[in-house]
């Protein structure tokens, strides 16, 4: 499968919180050719696996799911509300389709609203989960229970993967954070069909559930157990209209993968991947947190006895909409510095700041 092929099908399929187990069976059929074995664990997490009996064992890591809503409440009348799983943002959902996925397949839908000419303009009600509805067509609550439709159903957004500019630009639902799941695909990919060999262990993370809490990178590093991990997320392009740099920093599409400072980021592994990029010329930006890095790094940071940590970003726009956008230079370049920083690492190297 050719790699805008896989990353196509991989983006546009749903892979809501907790509901990621068809995205990762795309992820994972993808990656195969190019591991030696895998591993699934009880909620999905799924790790490709390079040289499983090496001791040093090294993570790059990504998160498999997106934000979506469920179904809470259906009305008499056949009106279904919502409550969010994950960040959903509730002022993006009027006038968007819909996917509410069932034991009976897909259920269309439309997040309805009132037209501007009925509305009182000088109050303008805000879209909140007070307020906005899901319209099926049906014409009552008994049409849609028997569509396949009750409370619990996971609904998604319709929105699908497209490019913007000559293919400049990615564009869709769910880059935040399955762009991250195919540029690691991508890293073991080249490992594999350049022919390298790693002298130490590679476990290559798609972890499920990050967008309520982090829970499967924090169930999967505990079971893995790694020397070093390698996570790479999106962070805020800060260039678009309604950002403020002095307090969310300045970074852009287009100017390289961002790396981070901040208490969960392990300095001397940080140092490496600095000077690995400028070795190899590969422009990255710079960011910083106060406290946690709200990425998978904190789990596997402080996941066991201590985990050497650091993170890769990958600027993105209008994160948690259906419109996310990143550069393509940026992804090929996330790759690229973790492809060179994985050939220069040296299996048993210690991170510890003193001995």
């Given at each position: 499968m050719?790699?805008?092929?896989?990353?196509?099908?991989?983006?546009?399929?749903?892979?809501?919180?907790?509901?990621?187990?068809?995205?990762?069976?795309?992820?994972l059929e993808y990656l195969k050719p190019f591991i030696d074995t895998y591993t699934v664990d009880t909620y999905g997490s799924v790790v490709g696996i390079i040289n499983p009996d090496a001791p040093y064992k090294v993570v790059i890591e990504a998160h498999a799911d997106e934000i979506s809503w469920f179904v809470?409440?259906?009305?008499?009348?056949?009106?279904?509300?919502?409550?969010?799983?994950?960040?959903?943002?509730?002022?993006?959902?009027?006038?968007?389709?819909?996917?509410?996925?069932?034991?009976?397949?897909?259920?269309?839908?439309?997040?309805?609203w009132p037209a501007i000419?009925?509305?009182?303009?000088?109050?303008?009600?805000?879209?909140?989960?007070?307020?906005?509805?899901?319209?099926?067509?049906?014409?009552?609550?008994?049409?849609?229970?028997?569509?396949?439709?009750?409370?619990?159903?996971?609904?998604?957004?319709?929105?699908?993967?497209?490019?913007?500019?000559?293919?400049?630009?990615?564009?869709?639902?769910?880059?935040?954070?399955?762009?991250?799941?195919?540029?690691?695909?991508?890293?073991?990919?080249?490992?594999?069909?350049?022919?390298?060999?790693?002298e130490y262990g590679l476990y290559v993370v798609n972890a499920v559930q990050e967008e309520i809490g982090l829970r499967g990178a924090e169930m999967i590093s505990r079971r893995l157990k790694p020397d070093v991990a390698i996570i790479t997320d999106v962070c805020h392009d800060t260039q678009s209209p309604m950002y403020k740099k002095a307090e969310q920093g300045d970074l852009a599409c287009g100017k390289g993968p961002v790396l981070t400072f901040g208490p969960a980021v392990q300095n001397n592994l940080l140092k490496m991947l600095r000077e690995v990029a400028k070795a190899r010329e590969i422009p990255v930006q710079l960011a910083s947190v106060s406290r946690s890095t709200g990425t998978d790094t904190d789990s596997f940071a402080y996941s066991n006895e201590g985990v050497a940590s650091a993170l890769i970003s990958?600027?993105?726009?209008?994160?948690?909409?259906?419109?996310?956008?990143?550069?393509?230079?940026?992804?090929?370049?996330?790759?690229?510095?973790?492809?060179?920083f994985l050939l220069q690492l040296k299996p048993g190297h210690d991170f510890r700041y003193f001995k």
């Open positions: 050719e790699n805008i092929e896989f990353l196509t099908r991989y983006l546009n399929n749903a892979s809501p919180t907790g509901f990621e187990s068809s995205g990762q069976q795309i992820w809470n409440h259906i009305t008499e009348d056949g009106y279904i509300y919502v409550r969010r799983n994950g960040g959903s943002d509730a002022i993006i959902a009027p006038s968007m389709r819909v996917n509410i996925h069932t034991d009976k397949g897909i259920v269309k839908g439309v997040f309805g000419h009925v509305r009182n303009v000088e109050k303008e009600e805000v879209p909140s989960l007070k307020n906005i509805f899901i319209d099926c067509g049906a014409k009552n609550k008994e049409e849609l229970l028997n569509m396949g439709v009750h409370v619990g159903c996971v609904v998604t957004f319709a929105d699908e993967f497209t490019t913007l500019n000559k293919d400049k630009y990615y564009v869709g639902r769910a880059l935040d954070n399955r762009i991250g799941g195919y540029m690691i695909a991508q890293v073991a990919r080249q490992i594999r069909e350049n022919k390298k060999n790693l990958l600027p993105l726009k209008y994160m948690h909409t259906t419109v996310e956008m990143v550069q393509r230079e940026d992804v090929e370049n996330v790759i690229r510095l973790m492809y060179e």
